[in-house]
């Protein structure tokens, strides 16, 4: 858990509906990718800890015999549901848990996965509860973005995101530290996940890189998404001035791009594999 931050049930509050139509996808392939190397083809159960709307729980679903989500947020898990009567698929159930809440009785899983979520929880409790949870020779798995990958904007077709205005506005409403919640992250997410969950005596690890592929276009719907759907600028957050902010965040967007519409290139994905002995 972040240094100095404790976690309350307004993290994301009021993100869930931007979620999906914010946040970029993960690589093309991903899924099969990973299935491929855990040997997935159906059997066994999956286990998405702070699933959000269920992209990826539903992304691997064909993989599985059952995937379960679960997830602090409960209007995510409504996302969720219905992302999946959508897909069409029947195998996948959703949960109101919390990860230090864990086993919560949900039994045994073949695959423990955490999509960008991990950093948020009390990181040595819920490895060590997930290697009691994750059957012998299963798969303790962490999914995020390749943040290190530079990208030229003049490759482009159409202007980047201008992130660091956007970031300013922020900080213009909400103050110079980031929020989270109804706290602050002064010092940052932490990272050195590795020795935390080898620490659990997970082994074996490995490192799965996923080409992300073309760059993709984005209206400025898109980007306020992603800016909404985010804990550091979720709707909550700017109270009765959120409209002065949508305001004023469409209004540097469009002094980017007057035709609204943007590029980015999707980040590489990375996933990092450990393996129950």
């Not at 404790?6 to 690589?27: K, V």
């Not at 599985?64 to 602090?72: L, N, S, T």
């Not at 965040?249 to 990092?272: C, H, K, M, N």
């Amino acid at each position: 858990m972040p240094e100095g931050w404790q976690w309350d049930q307004t993290l994301f509050r009021g993100s869930a509906a931007y979620y999906e139509q914010g946040r970029l996808p993960y690589a093309p392939g991903y899924g099969q990718r990973l299935a491929e190397e855990l040997g997935q083809h159906g059997q066994g159960r999956l286990l998405d800890v702070g699933c959000g709307p269920g992209l990826v729980a539903l992304e691997l679903a064909p993989y599985f015999a059952e995937v379960v989500g679960i997830d602090p947020d409960p209007d995510m898990l409504v996302q969720a549901a219905r992302r999946a009567e959508r897909l069409g698929v029947r195998n996948a159930s959703w949960g109101e848990v919390r990860a230090e809440d864990l086993p919560a009785g949900l039994g045994t899983f073949r695959v423990m996965l955490f999509a960008q979520s991990f950093h948020w929880t009390d990181r040595e409790q819920v490895s060590a509860t997930a290697f009691e949870m994750i059957e012998p020779g299963g798969y303790f798995v962490h999914v995020s973005e390749r943040k290190d990958s530079a990208v030229d904007p003049a490759s482009l077709p159409h202007p980047a995101p201008p992130f660091e205005a956007i970031a300013a506005l922020v900080r213009s409403y909400l103050g110079e530290v980031r929020r989270a919640g109804q706290g602050f992250l002064r010092f940052g997410t932490q990272s050195g996940e590795r020795a935390i969950v080898e620490g659990a005596g997970f082994e074996g690890y490995r490192r799965l890189p996923v080409p992300a592929g073309a760059p993709v276009d984005r209206t400025v719907d898109d980007i306020v998404a992603w800016v909404y759907s985010r804990s550091d600028s979720a709707p909550h957050l700017f109270g009765d001035r959120i409209g002065d902010f949508e305001r004023d965040l469409r209004a540097r967007l469009l002094e980017t791009s007057p035709d609204g519409v943007f590029s980015e290139q999707l980040p590489d994905t990375e996933i990092w594999i450990w393996q129950r002995p």
